[in-house]
């Protein structure tokens, strides 16, 4: 009897021991099957990390390939309005200086013409006041020939025609604007006059012009001829 109960308990025993060796070593698979879970999961998040961070970067490339393709559009867009705008400006400032050299050359071209006819307007009036230079001694003789003729001749044909060629030729030279300067009576001027002798006489003022030896003519406004005279007091 007391052999069957240990043999009994010696195959309860084995059978406890086997049980506790099955249960340790389903705990043990049970714990690689988690381990063998868990890296599994791990690699796969790691995998799944690794393709969002090449998605991430594919993206990012993309999204700097777009902003460098956007930017130097920018850019050259700002180039060429710079460029275009300096062009504008160049135009501008040629145009400028053609504008102003065009009004130099005009204003001086209006200053040579002014300067002209003023040079050609003083050459004439040199002219005439020569060819009247070299009428006066004839208009003098003229004068002097009619006045010394007495009251007896004044009738005579050839007096008479001499008095009308004087006439004559005093009208012309009115006409081309010479006139005898006025001097008898008159305050002394040395602009026009050309004193060579001096007195004193009561019935005149002082310094006026008593007698005149030579008449003085005038050419428009340019003194052809001084008169010469007699100033007193």
């Known amino acids: 009897m007391e052999k069957e ?11 406890e021991k086997i049980e506790e060796k099955d249960d340790h070593s389903l705990s043990e698979e049970n714990t690689t099957l988690e381990d063998n879970e868990m890296t599994k999961n791990h690699q796969e998040d790691e995998t ?3 393709v969002t961070t090449e998605e991430d970067i594919q993206t990012d490339s993309k ?3 777009k902003k460098s393709d956007e930017k130097p559009s920018k850019s050259g867009k ?3 309005k710079g ?12 145009i400028q200086e053609l504008s102003d050299r065009l009004m130099r050359t005009m204003a001086e071209f209006d ?7 003023k040079e050609k307007s003083q050459m004439f009036d040199l ?4 060819v009247i230079e070299k009428m006066l001694p004839i208009i003098d003789n003229f004068e002097r020939g009619l006045g010394s003729v007495d009251e007896a001749n004044k009738d005579n044909p050839i007096v008479q025609g001499f008095n009308m060629i004087y006439k004559q030729l005093m009208t012309t030279m009115d ?4 006139k005898p300067i006025e001097a008898l009576g008159k305050e002394f001027d040395p602009n026009f006059h050309n004193a060579v002798m001096h007195g004193e006489d009561e019935n005149l003022g002082e310094n006026i012009v008593a007698e005149e030896f030579q008449k003085g003519y005038m050419y428009n406004d340019i003194v052809v001829r001084h008169s010469m005279v007699r100033v007193v007091n």
């Open 175 to 178: 006409e081309l604007g010479v």
């Open 83 to 94: 460029s275009k705008n300096k062009e504008l400006e160049a135009k501008e400032q040629k």
């Open 63 to 65: 999204d700097s390939e």
């Open 78 to 80: 700002s180039l060429f």
């Open 111 to 117: 200053n040579y013409r002014k300067r002209s006819e």
């Open 48 to 50: 799944k990390d690794e």
């Open 5 to 15: 109960k240990k043999a009994k308990e010696a195959d309860k025993s084995a059978d």
């Open 127 to 130: 002219g005439v006041k020569h």
